[in-house]
């Protein structure tokens, strides 16, 4: 027996178009609503920041990259681009308005982009992201596969994925950490830390001995710094504690890895060697 409802010859409406759920209809056009945020940072604590503006405390979720250096930050005046989106709760029947804080705007671009990638959301995107996003990028650039499943919750299948879908879009987010969107949060710092360097050199009428002997020149004619050993050595052993090493641990593995290869000159270069050295 064959039960249909309805006339049979009842022309058939045409498919109503498919409404994208909540989270991918607000992502972007809630992002506009907070693109900024300034203010005192009061606490830091398990991937999340608590900026008070006038007499509002707001919480901003921030990358793993950024815990450490935030939380010596604390009782400062700090600045947060944000990504401002819908975030889903239980089954969907409710959604949480949430702010994502970058360091600067080609930081948060890095990070849209990154969750483009097929199974990475933002919150396993900001667990995952324990290193420099300039860092990450490198290897993404250079496929080093192997590299990006020291990151957490990345395995090497979701590694494939992520150089695959992100090859020929994602050489611009390699200047993060070499000047671009280094120290957006936290301004006041940085300022007071290069004002004796200015000073120092004008008193001496020369380049700052951080430049001095590097061999390379400027377009104005000024001696180009290059990274210094000690801050190579520091920065990889940032990364390697971010990972679970502990810091005694890191620094041996890195003072290791440069005595097996004196001529390494990049962070992601030296934290690969020093990971071989485990």
């Not at 409710?94 to 990475?120: A, H, Q």
């Amino acid at each position: 027996m064959r039960i249909t409802c309805g006339d049979p010859n009842r022309r058939r409406a045409s498919p109503v178009p498919a409404i994208p759920p909540p989270r991918a209809r607000n992502r972007f056009r809630i992002r506009a609503v907070i693109c900024r945020i300034e203010g005192e940072l009061v606490r830091v604590d398990d991937g999340r920041a608590e900026v008070r503006v006038g007499g509002i405390v707001h919480e901003v979720l921030i990358p793993a990259a950024d815990e450490d250096r935030l939380r010596a930050q604390v009782g400062a005046s700090v600045e947060f681009h944000t990504l401002h989106y819908l975030e889903g709760q239980g089954q969907g029947s409710s959604f949480w308005p949430r702010l994502i804080g970058f360091r600067s705007p080609l930081e948060r671009d890095f990070f849209e982009l990154f969750t483009t990638v097929k199974g990475i959301g933002n919150r396993k995107a900001l667990r995952a992201l324990q290193m420099p996003f300039g860092m990450v990028a490198e290897l993404i650039a250079r496929r080093d596969v192997a590299m990006l499943t020291t990151l957490p919750e990345i395995g090497r299948k979701t590694a494939e994925t992520i150089v695959v879908e992100l090859k020929g879009k994602i050489e611009r987010f390699t200047v993060l950490g070499r000047g671009e969107g280094a120290g957006v949060a936290g301004n006041a710092g940085a300022e007071a830390a290069s004002a004796p360097a200015s000073k120092a050199g004008r008193r001496g009428g020369g380049p700052s001995r951080a430049n001095a002997g590097t061999g390379a020149i400027s377009s104005n004619g000024d001696p180009e710094p290059r990274p210094s050993t000690t801050a190579l050595l520091s920065d990889a052993v940032e990364v390697l504690v971010q990972l679970g090493e502990t810091r005694v641990a890191a620094r041996q593995l890195v003072e290791r890895a440069l005595d097996r290869d004196p001529e390494i000159r990049a962070a992601d270069r030296l934290v690969a060697a020093a990971l071989r050295e485990r």
